[in-house]
């Protein structure tokens, strides 16, 4: 594994794996050919590692008489449910040793789809509000990682939060192999002070007061809640208003330098964007130039300025 990238979990038919119901694969491209540039993956294909062949006849969520949610093949009415959960549950811990960013799931599947997939009821009527069995008992085992399906990928909003909570969970992963020392956590805090902001005032309040008395705990106590709470935050999405925030945030940083003139021309492409007339990669990029302009050195080591490599143009469309 090479530490500069992201470890990311991944459904194995997404990486184009022949390993589906019917042989075929489910491949996405985006996941694969632009992400794959950053990231190793760690795939999985539950269906296939529990032992199932490939092909193999479809498998269903079905409800029992008791109101509990079953595996099974759609046409034998085999319930392998007890079989694959106790895999998964292997799996699982397996994968904790792998020290994860995130993980992609398969949307609909019944074994990897992470939200609404079809549950049948006694009547054979499909409702979509189930989880596939692998993947509920991944997000119980790990339920601050960042998670998404490929589906769910295709929202731009949806997409570029998280990616740039895999991006930071890697960054926060890297200061602790490279130091691992209060130090180097300080550091990664005050980088990443206006990318949390932008997640939750809240939580960037609540980081904040932890770190000021970080000294104060055991380091080991200090660096799990750091990052059980830093994990809160990446869940909480980004919004419009969030953003708008954190852009008028760091307009302060520049009262003393801005002439009223660039002051006023910021105010007004921050006002486009919250018409939803430009992305936000118009108010960051001015931001950005005035940074440079006025060699603003607090600005200049903020992780939400530069959130994740140019090249995948994630605020071009947010
Ligand atoms: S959705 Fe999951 S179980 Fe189905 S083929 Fe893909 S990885 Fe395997």
Not at 4 to 31: F, I, N, T
Request: aromatic share 8%.
């Amino acid at each position: 594994m090479d530490k500069q990238k992201l470890r990311l979990g991944v459904s194995s038919c997404l990486l184009g794996a022949e390993v589906r119901y019917d042989g075929g694969h489910k491949l996405d491209r985006y996941l694969r050919d632009v992400i794959g540039i950053y990231a190793d993956f760690v795939p999985v294909c539950p269906e296939v590692e529990v032992g199932l062949p490939t092909p193999r006849e479809t498998l269903r969520l079905v409800k029992d008489e008791q109101g509990r949610t079953r595996l099974v093949f759609a046409k034998s009415g085999e319930d392998i449910t007890e079989r694959m959960e106790s895999w998964a549950r292997q799996r699982v811990e397996q994968l904790a040793g792998e020290d994860l960013d995130g993980y992609v799931f398969t949307s609909k599947s019944p074994s990897s789809g992470m939200e609404r997939v079809r549950v049948y009821d006694r009547n054979g009527v499909p409702h979509k509000d189930g989880v596939g069995v692998f993947a509920r008992i991944f997000m119980e085992r790990f339920p601050l990682l960042p998670v998404e399906e490929e589906g769910r990928l295709n929202d731009p909003r949806l997409r570029e939060n998280f990616i740039a909570s895999i991006f930071t969970l890697q960054r926060f992963r890297r200061a602790l192999e490279e130091d691992g020392g209060y130090g180097s956590l300080v550091d990664f805090h005050t980088r990443h002070k206006l990318l949390l902001l932008s997640h939750s005032q809240q939580h960037y309040r609540e980081m904040g007061s932890l770190v000021a008395r970080g000294r104060e705990l055991s380091f080991a106590d200090f660096l799990e809640r750091y990052k059980n709470l830093l994990m809160k935050t990446l869940k909480l999405k980004t919004t419009l208003k969030k953003q708008i925030n954190v852009l008028h945030h760091v307009l302060g940083y520049f009262k003393k330098d801005l002439s009223a003139d660039e002051k006023q021309e910021v105010l007004e492409v921050i006002e486009n964007y919250r018409q939803e007339l430009v992305p936000l990669i118009v108010p960051i990029t001015l931001l950005n130039h005035y940074v440079r302009k006025y060699d603003q050195a607090y600005l200049k080591q903020q992780v939400y300025l530069n959130p994740h490599p140019k090249e995948l143009k994630l605020l071009n469309h947010v």
